[in-house]
Structures are given as structure tokens and as C-alpha cells.
């Protein structure tokens, strides 16, 4: 079993900026990819950005394309999300999720996952 353990949500105006961190621990089968995902009150979880945990390749959606940046601290098992210039439009449940094994395109979707942080609420006000 894998746990993921989210902090760093909160309530910032808009263009200002916020720090995500998601930690995993236990078990685990591979180190493929950690991604972030968020869902807004009434809509669909949907993904924001992935990092392979070996090589350090990412990938983001076009919504935060320029004003998000995921890294990772490989000792730590910690991976952060920068958020930087953000809009109201942010607003939403920030989800880390781990994929176990490897993928032969970016992994995207929910179903991709095998585990789930519990979540981080990020507002930004207008």
C-alpha cells in the first residue's frame, strides 16, 4: 500500500502564488509517474501535471501550461507543485496520485491511478 499525505492549500488573491507538497510512503512496485489533479465543486476531477519519478520528464495540462511547475525531491519521496499567476479559475481539490507501473504515454486520466491523496483546498479569490 501506498500513502499520500497533501499540504500547502489555502486561500491566496488572484496572482499570487502557492506551494502544494505530497509525500508517499509504504509500499510500492515502481516509481513510475506522480501526478496532481483537482476538481472543482460540480465538476469532473481533471488532470493539472505529471513527473516520471526516475527520470524527471514532465508533463502538463494546456490550462496551467507557463504558471505551474511540478518537481521532486527523490530523497524525500516528496513532490511539489508550484503555483505561480494564479486565477480564480484555479479554485478546486488538489489531488496528488500515484501510478505504480510504467505508461507508454503520459498518464491522464483518473483511472490511471492506483493511489489517491486526500486532497488540498486551494481558493483564489478575485
Known amino acids: 500500500q501506498v500513502q499520500l499525505v497533501e499540504s500547502g492549500g489555502g486561500l491566496v488573491q488572484a496572482g499570487g502564488s502557492l506551494r502544494l507538497s505530497c509525500t508517499a510512503s509504504?509500499?510500492?512496485?515502481?516509481?513510475?509517474?506522480i501526478s496532481w489533479f483537482r476538481q472543482a465543486p460540480g465538476k469532473e476531477r481533471e488532470f493539472v501535471t505529471s513527473?516520471?519519478?526516475?527520470?524527471?520528464?514532465?508533463y502538463y495540462a494546456d490550462s496551467v501550461k507557463g504558471r505551474f511547475t511540478i518537481s521532486r525531491a527523490n530523497a524525500k519521496n516528496t513532490v511539489y507543485l508550484q503555483m505561480n499567476s494564479l486565477k480564480p479559475e484555479d479554485t478546486a481539490v488538489y489531488y496528488c496520485?500515484?501510478?505504480?507501473?510504467?505508461?507508454?504515454?503520459?498518464?491522464?486520466?483518473?483511472?490511471?491511478?492506483?493511489?489517491w491523496g486526500q486532497g488540498t483546498q486551494v481558493t483564489v479569490s478575485s
Open positions: 496520485a500515484y501510478r505504480v507501473r510504467y505508461s507508454s504515454r503520459w498518464p491522464a486520466n483518473v483511472g490511471d491511478y492506483d493511489y
Open positions: 509504504g509500499r510500492t512496485f515502481s516509481k513510475d509517474y
Open positions: 513527473i516520471t519519478w526516475n527520470s524527471g520528464n514532465t
